[in-house]
């Protein structure tokens, strides 16, 4: 059974841009999370989807959405990029809360 | 607040040297408690999920424990490639919304 894939692995942008980072969950799981991880904060939950609503949220600010597909595909958008945003995102995907499994993460760079 | 603390932050073991790792918690009504090992660079991997005091979960060398405030990470003879950062997560209701609350994890490190 494949994994959790994560594109792109390695982004750099600049400052006021905006992201777009992509999730494909392991087969038959309807659930996705993202999480940002830093060296100073740690796995900190952004928000998790089921079914293509999301049903959880974390603790972030309204720059950071995202949205999930018919196929359990799950993009995340980051607009006007500040340096702080500079992380190593990481998606999970579980059929419930039980055993998340994460994928590889993509770096974003932010300058 | 859900808080998630692990101890120790860093831990050097020599080859076959049993140890453990220490994650306590606060969280207004645990729903599980999670245990992954982090390789760099690389995502979580998902080692154990427990849900109440008392259970214990094993694989390979890795045990896993359960109390009301903490769960413990036993790692019995240590070999060089268990050496990862481990990390403990509970899942927690905050406002009505859940979510995994991490700790900022421990880094293993076992020496041949």
């Known amino acids: 059974k494949a994994g959790v894939t994560q594109t792109p692995r390695y982004l750099i942008k600049t400052r006021g841009q905006q992201v777009t980072l992509s999730c494909s969950p392991i087969s038959g799981h309807r659930s996705v999370s993202w999480y940002q991880q830093t060296p100073g904060q740690g796995l900190q939950f952004l928000f998790e989807?089921?079914?293509?609503?999301?049903?959880n949220k974390g603790n972030f600010p309204g720059r950071f959405s995202g949205r999930q597909f018919s196929n359990s595909r799950s993009e995340m958008n980051v607009s006007t990029l500040e340096l702080g945003d500079s992380a190593l995102y990481l998606c999970a995907s579980s059929l419930d809360w039980t055993g998340q499994f994460f994928g590889p993460g993509t770096r974003l760079t932010v300058l | 607040e859900d808080q998630v603390t692990q101890s120790p932050e860093a831990l050097r073991l020599q080859e076959g040297e049993s140890s453990s790792l220490n994650c306590s918690y606060t969280?207004?009504?645990?729903?599980?408690l999670f245990w992954y090992r982090q390789d760099p660079g690389k995502g979580p991997e998902f080692l154990f999920t427990l849900y109440s005091a008392g259970e214990e979960k094993e694989k390979e060398r890795l045990k896993a424990t359960l109390t009301k405030k903490e769960s413990f990470l036993h790692i019995t003879a240590p070999k060089p490639e268990d050496s990862a950062t481990y990390l403990c997560?509970?899942?927690?209701?905050?406002?009505?919304?859940?979510?995994?609350?991490f700790g900022k994890g421990t880094k293993l490190t076992v020496n041949p």
């Open positions: 969280v207004s009504g645990l729903r599980g």
């Open positions: 989807y089921f079914s293509e609503t999301q049903r």
């Open positions: 997560a509970v899942q927690a209701t905050q406002g009505g919304s859940e979510k995994l609350v």
